[in-house]
Structures are given as C-alpha cells and as structure tokens.
C-alpha cells in the first residue's frame, strides 16, 4: 500500500520492530482492508495481515501487500505475535482497551510501545488520490443540496427531510452518511447538534442543513443556512455576519498559517458584531477517512497548516428561542493558498413557498 514507507520510517524513527493496526479507519490506510475484524502488521520489511476464517479471501482480494497470518478461538493475536519473535511492537494507545491490552499481554512477551496517534499524524497530509475521494464524496454532497432546496417545502417535517437527504446521497453513489445530519429548523437552529425531529418546518424558518456522506472510505462535510421563504431582517443580519467571518477565515486558510488565528478572524468579526457569546464552538476541524479529525481550527490549537490538509470553516450564531446559522465548507490547503471542495451557493437563499 501507499502508505508503507512512510510508517515504516516512523517506526524507524521510533526505534520499533513493528507496529499493529486495527482502528478501522488507520488498518483500512495501512492495507485497504475494509472488512471489520482483523489486524494490520507492518514490520521493516514484511506485512502480515492477521485474521480469522471468515476473512481470508476478502484479506487476499483487498491486501495483496500482506501475507496472511490466521487465528482462531485457540489461537489469539498474542500467539502470533510470540511465535514472530518480536522484541518490541507499536499499537494504538488511542484505540486498544485495557482489557485488550492485558489480553495480549498474556501471550506476548515483546515490548509493547505506545504509537501515540502516529497513523492519524500522516494521514493529516492528503495524498492526491485520498484528494480525488474527497472531492467525489463533497461533490455527491453538493448535488443533494442542490435537490433538497427543491424538494423542502413549509409543513414538512425535519425527519422527512432528513431520510430523502440521506436517500439521495446514497442514490448518488455515497456509502452512507459520514455523521448523523444535522436538520434543524426555526428555534431549533439555536441548538448547534440538532438532529431531525418531527418538528414541522414553518414558512420563514431558517433550516440549517450539516451534513456528509462517505465515498470509497473518504467523507465531506457542509453545512448550508437556508431560509424557508422570505427572511426577517435580524436573520438577514446574523447571516450576513456569518457570512463574513466565515469568508475572512477562508482567506487565512493557507499553508503556514496557525490554526488558533484562523479561529480568530471568524470569532473577532463575530464577537464585534455583538455575538460572540453565540459562537460556542470552534470554526473548524480537519476531515478525511473520519469526519473530524486533527488539526482543529479552534482557540487552543497552534498545529500549522500544511498543503495537503482538508479543514473545514464552519463559523455559526445561535440564539436561543429564536434559532440558528452556520455555514460550512470543506477547504484543501495547497502550496499556494487553499481550494474550496464543497461547491454550493453560500448567499442567503430564500426559497420561494
Ligand atoms: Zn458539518
Ligand atoms: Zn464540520
């Protein structure tokens, strides 16, 4: 696979014989596995997929890489690992239970090390054909938005919205969502996690719409602010001053810059519009083979941007009892400034009803 080299310098670097990899989304990077049980094994110049009966073929269709090393009820992952004769082995502090760990332990007597997140560290730079998904996977996303926005109408409800949204990202080819999608309308827009209830979408509701779909393993991720008819002044104000901040953080978004600053264009242009109490949240987050991953565009994190990054922009105002807006793209850094991935119209649109 493509990533290989590049973990097994890490290991390296890390003085380790090996490392094993089963949180889905790292063994799915290190050796395309999309079954569920089963454990990725790379060493300096081997790789061993271990697993049971029932995966095999699967293993020999998806992993050509890797030679297959099977257990069973009698035979456990420590056994394999002992028989291996490994003096010191990397796993996922970040996934493996306790329970799991001491499991091993009985068997293997090998060092178990700490990798403390080193996948997830090179999965942050995308590669060209991890871009290409990305941008199918957002663009899937966008053609759906594109058809919501004729097929929502005042006196439905947010639950019929929600299920033709998720049937028509599946339609168009997605594996499923890349999260529960946010469908939130009038008052409930002030809940920044509101997923669909049978709460009937009235005529002048803003209707935020966050969501995200799955494409060969790679998620997108948007969020569009739209108002059911014609919009009252004060939407049309906390709009526009979304709108601008999450404009202005847009053009920070480059390689370089530090993700704590970039949170503060968006929060400054809100909180001088009186709102800042209303932006509980961070602006962004980068997206990949999970929907939220590191870096994060927040107040804390000083993490530099780097070309190959896909991080969202996501600044948001929520009033209570009286609703909500957030607007959301998905952004790839390049070596020059940034490419917006998600395509659809963020000016305030008024459906007609
Ligand atoms: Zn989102
Ligand atoms: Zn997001």
Known sequence: ?????????????????????????????????????????????????????????????????????????SKTLGDVLEELNLNSLG?????????GLQTLKKSYSGQLVAMKRFIENIRQIKREDEILLMKKAQSIADETFSYMLDFIKPGMSEREVYLE???QLTQRGAQGESFKAIVASGVRGALPHGSATEKIIEKGDLLTLDFGCVYQGYCSDMTRTICVGKASEKQKEIYHVVLKA???????????AICKDIDKVARDIITEAGYGENFGHGLGHAVGLEVHENPRLNMVDESILKAGMVVTDEPGIYIPGFGGVRI???????????????????????LEV
């Open 165 to 167: 949204l998720v049937t």
């Open 1 to 73: 696979m493509k990533a290989l080299k590049q973990i097994r310098e890490k290991l390296e670097e890390l003085s380790l014989e090996g490392g094993i990899f089963f949180k889905p989304e790292n063994r799915y990077y290190v050796s395309g596995f999309t079954g569920s049980t089963g454990y990725a094994l790379v060493l300096k110049d081997k790789a061993y997929f271990i697993t049971d009966f029932r995966y095999i073929s699967q293993v020999k269709e998806e992993c050509p890489d890797f030679e297959i090393l099977e257990i069973s009820t």
């Open 246 to 256: 999450q404009k202005e953080a847009l053009k920070a978004i480059k390689p370089g």
């Open 91 to 99: 796993f996922e502090d970040d996934f493996m239970t306790v329970e």
């Open 328 to 350: 959301e793209d998905i952004i790839l850094v390049t070596e020059t400034g940034s490419e917006i991935l998600s395509t659809s119209n963020k000016e305030l649109i008024e």
